[in-house]
């Protein structure tokens, strides 16, 4: 596999820096009713590891992984289209090689209007068999290091 990932963070980090996994989930954890969010990644990334377990549990689980991509122009475009256009590019490497990863297409964890609990589930399906990746994603349990910067 590639040596080098890019991955978006909203604060300034430092070349050396170690961020680990699982942070998506510690940030969904938080939701609470009422709060001015959207349930729905929610109930999408609960759907994806519903599949995940019982059809593919040889899979990391998105919850307690990182996401990166492999390529400097997807991490652009991933950054563009979650509206993410303040965060910073890193480049990264893994501090662990030998930790779980599965690599498939960020898009199919997308929204799109009149998504709902069965197309979740199908695209769950897309995602941990890894077809037709147009976007690719490493998930990883491996922790991080900041290798370099990647200027907007």
Request: hydrophobic share 35%.
């Amino acid at each position: 596999m590639n040596n080098h990932y890019f991955y978006c963070y909203s604060l300034p980090l430092e070349i050396g820096s170690i961020v680990k996994p699982g942070n998506w989930w510690r940030i969904l954890k938080t939701y609470k009713v009422g709060s001015p969010v959207n349930p729905w990644l929610l109930v999408r990334e609960l759907i994806f590891e519903q599949v995940r377990r019982e059809h593919y549990p040889e899979k990391p689980s998105r919850l307690e992984s990182i996401y990166l991509c492999t390529s400097e122009d997807g991490i652009k475009q991933f950054r563009t289209e979650a509206g993410r256009n303040l965060d910073l590019i890193y480049r990264v490497e893994l501090v662990n090689s030998d930790a779980s990863q599965h690599l498939s297409d960020w898009k199919l964890a997308n929204f799109q209007n009149g998504d709902d609990y069965t197309s979740f589930e199908r695209k769950a399906h897309s995602y941990w068999r890894a077809e037709n990746i147009d976007q690719s994603e490493l998930i990883t349990t491996s922790s991080i290091r900041i290798v370099g910067t990647i200027n907007p």
